[in-house]
Each structure stands twice: as C-alpha cells, then as structure tokens.
C-alpha cells in the first residue's frame, strides 16, 4: 500500500536543498554545466577567513555536532545598489541578519533574526585594510558591517550570544535582484496596502508580481507598511524569503539546467562566504549534510528585544529571555517558550 504522505514528505525535502540561500540550486547548476560552468561559477565566489580575521576571540565551540550560520544580507546604497533604490549614499549595512542553528541529527532548523536597530557592544575589530576599529558600547547592530566589515559582524554576534558561528553567508542585495528576475518574478500577497512613504515600493492590498527592482524595494519597505518598524520589516522579509522559496519550487528548477545555470550565475555572483564554504565543492558538501532538514519542522524567531529607554527608536536586547534563547542555542537543547517572547513586537 503506498504511504500518501510520503510523497509530499519527499517533494518538500528535495526543496529544501534550495533553502540556505540555494546552495544546492549552486551545485546542481555546476554539475550538470561542465567544467566551464564549475570554473565560472566557483570564480564568482567571494569570501572571508574568519579565523584569522577575529583571531582568539571567540566562544568555544560546545555542542560540538550541531552547526550555526550566520546569513546576512548587505545593503549598500552607493553604485549598483544606489541605482536600484533612491539614490547614492555612501557606505553598507546588514540590513538582514539571521543566525541559523542547525541541531545535532540535523532533522530541523531555527533561524533566530536580530534586528537592526538593536545597539549593541561592538568588540575591538580588525576592519579590511589591517586598521583597528574600537570597541564601542551602543553602537546600531546594522552599522557594524559598514565600519569593520563581515567578520566584525561575526564576531558582534558572538559576543552577543555566547554562540560560535561556524558558517557565515551574505548576500549582497544588488545581486538579490538578478536572483529575483532570472526567476522571471516573485508573487506576493499583502493583506494590506503598502502607502510607498518616504520613496519606497506603494501596493495595494492584494497579490503582486514583482520583478528585481521592486522585490529590493519590498524587502527594504519600512515606513510604508505596518507600525513602520525595523520589527515590522522583519516580517516583510521573512515573507518574501517564502514567496521566493516558492517561486523555485512552482519552476521545477532541477527538471531545466538552463534555467538552473542562470540561478545559480546570479546567485553566486551575490554570495561571500567564509573561507570554508567558498567553494562548489565545499557548498555541495554541507548541502548534502543539511538534507534530512525537514522544512515543516524550520522555525524562524526574532530575537527578545525592548524598546530603549533613552532612544524608543532603537530597541535593546530583552533580559531574561534573550540569556535564555542563546544557552539553548549554545547548548543545542530545546528553546523555551518564555525565550520567544518579545517585549516590543513591531
């Protein structure tokens, strides 16, 4: 007798290999390219040794087979990302940062987002170019990475947390764009119109079509949709994400090498990773290790934040239950509910 929901069981593992920012989408593309393909491909790889960038200065590794990947999304405003959005301004920010914690058995995920307007103490950090940045108490979570770069932005995080990252991923938004439109389009559904304040994306309540441009216009939309919080773009963006896992999964990405190839270009053109993962090789590998995720099981939270005191337009982490989220985290043991539990909401 044959098992009815195995099947979609199956269907929706085989997606998941598109998830961790379509990493296996990468290496299905390069194996079935050629070696051409493959070199390219590779080539278009950029990436960071965060061991010799931090240096020392880290927390132990203490569950020794569970992963965590910090996935970021940088967003400049100056060159190919100025023209894509409201003009040229100078330096980047992690406009997007999740830290993904990928237990031992790796049979589920959590992804734990961080807020951007989160102040936080910045460690003393090695910029590019060998120039010490300082240590700084109060400093925007998103102005990290534009002061000191990638690894600072690590290394911010794992003094935050107490969590050793193994994996860092970040996409560039520029690059986002050619994902979306080598796509043809992602479809969105609002449940309520986004007014276009202060220069972005304006829709109506209802499903869209959008096209690279306006796809970077709606993961950055904050002041036009919701309470017009950094919280509320939260939200935004993790909707896309599945909007965009959608799309590939309707397309039947492996059944069409052509298609997959032009994924894969756009994708790896947008990709810096850590030295250990800056490869076809190297991606196809932890992809493959990350196959029994189930995705019915991914969770994604935001990390416990209140709102500050002296400034209500940033927010601060929230205590205990920040404390509480990173020692399951750390531990690889189960997240109390209590951990999940946001003073301020967006």
Same mark, same amino acid.
């Given at each position: 007798?044959?098992?009815?929901?195995?099947?979609?069981?199956?269907?929706?593992?085989?997606?998941?290999? *598109?998830?961790?920012?379509?990493?296996?989408?990468?290496?299905?593309?390069?194996? /079935?390219?050629?070696?051409?393909?493959?070199?390219?491909?590779? $080539?278009?790889?950029?990436?960071?040794?965060?061991?010799?960038?931090?240096?020392?200065?880290?927390?132990? @590794?203490?569950?020794?087979?569970?992963?965590?990947?910090?996935? *970021?999304?940088?967003?400049?405003?100056?060159?190919?990302?100025?023209?894509? !959005?409201?003009?040229?301004?100078?330096? #980047?920010?992690?406009?997007?940062?999740?830290?993904?914690?990928?237990?031992?058995?790796?049979?589920?995920?959590?992804?734990?987002? *961080?807020?951007?307007?989160?102040?936080?103490?910045?460690?003393?950090?090695?910029?590019? /170019?060998?120039?010490?940045?300082?240590?700084?108490?109060?400093?925007?979570?998103?102005?990290?990475?534009?002061?000191?770069?990638?690894?600072?932005?690590?290394?911010?995080?794992?003094?935050?947390?107490?969590?050793?990252?193994?994996?860092?991923?970040?996409? +560039?938004?520029? /690059?986002?764009?050619?994902?979306?439109?080598?796509?043809?389009?992602?479809?969105?559904?609002? &449940?309520?119109?986004?007014?276009?304040? @202060?220069? $972005?994306?304006?829709?109506?309540?209802?499903?869209?079509?959008?096209?690279?441009? !306006?796809?970077?216009?709606?993961?950055?939309?904050?002041?036009?949709? /919701? !309470?017009?919080?950094?919280?509320?773009?939260?939200?935004?963006?993790?909707?896309?994400?599945?909007?965009?896992?959608?799309?590939? @999964?309707?397309? +039947? #990405?492996?059944?069409?090498?052509?298609?997959?190839?032009?994924?894969?270009?756009?994708?790896? @053109?947008?990709?810096?990773?850590?030295?250990?993962?800056?490869?076809?090789?190297?991606?196809?590998?932890?992809?493959?290790?990350?196959?029994?995720? +189930?995705?019915?099981?991914?969770?994604?939270?935001?990390?416990?934040?209140?709102?500050?005191?002296?400034?209500?337009?940033?927010?601060?982490? #929230?205590?205990?239950?920040?404390?509480?989220?990173?020692?399951?985290?750390?531990? !690889?043991?189960?997240?109390?509910?209590?951990?999940? &539990?946001?003073?301020?909401?967006?």
């Amino acid at each position: 007798m044959t098992d009815t929901h195995a099947r979609p069981r199956r269907r929706r593992r085989r997606i998941l290999r *598109i998830t961790l920012l379509l990493v296996a989408v990468l290496v299905l593309g390069a194996a /079935g390219a050629g070696w051409w393909a493959y070199s390219h491909l590779d $080539g278009n790889i950029s990436s960071v040794d965060l061991d010799q960038a931090i240096g020392d200065n880290r927390p132990p @590794k203490v569950a020794a087979n569970a992963q965590n990947i910090l996935v *970021i999304g940088s967003d400049s405003r100056a060159g190919a990302n100025g023209d894509l !959005d409201h003009g040229d301004v100078g330096g #980047a920010r992690s406009d997007t940062a999740m830290l993904v914690h990928i237990p031992e058995g790796r049979a589920r995920a959590t992804a734990v987002s *961080i807020p951007r307007d989160t102040l936080v103490t910045r460690p003393e950090c090695k910029a590019e /170019g060998g120039k010490t940045v300082p240590s700084a108490k109060r400093v925007m979570f998103n102005s990290v990475y534009s002061l000191a770069g990638p690894a600072c932005v690590v290394n911010t995080v794992e003094q935050l947390s107490g969590v050793r990252v193994d994996h860092f991923v970040e996409v +560039d938004f520029a /690059g986002f764009k050619g994902l979306v439109d080598a796509l043809g389009g992602v479809t969105v559904t609002l &449940d309520k119109p986004m007014t276009g304040a @202060k220069g $972005g994306l304006k829709l109506d309540a209802g499903t869209h079509r959008l096209d690279g441009t !306006d796809s970077l216009k709606f993961v950055r939309t904050r002041y036009g949709y /919701g !309470d017009g919080s950094d919280l509320g773009r939260i939200g935004l963006q993790q909707k896309f994400m599945m909007a965009m896992l959608s799309e590939i @999964k309707k397309q +039947d #990405a492996f059944g069409n090498p052509a298609r997959l190839y032009k994924l894969a270009d756009a994708a790896t @053109k947008s990709l810096t990773t850590d030295s250990d993962l800056a490869s076809l090789t190297a991606l196809s590998d932890f992809a493959q290790s990350m196959k029994g995720v +189930d995705p019915e099981t991914m969770e994604t939270i935001m990390l416990p934040v209140a709102y500050d005191k002296v400034d209500p337009n940033r927010v601060v982490v #929230a205590e205990p239950q920040a404390t509480q989220l990173w020692e399951a985290l750390r531990k !690889d043991q189960k997240i109390p509910a209590s951990a999940k &539990d946001s003073p301020a909401k967006g």
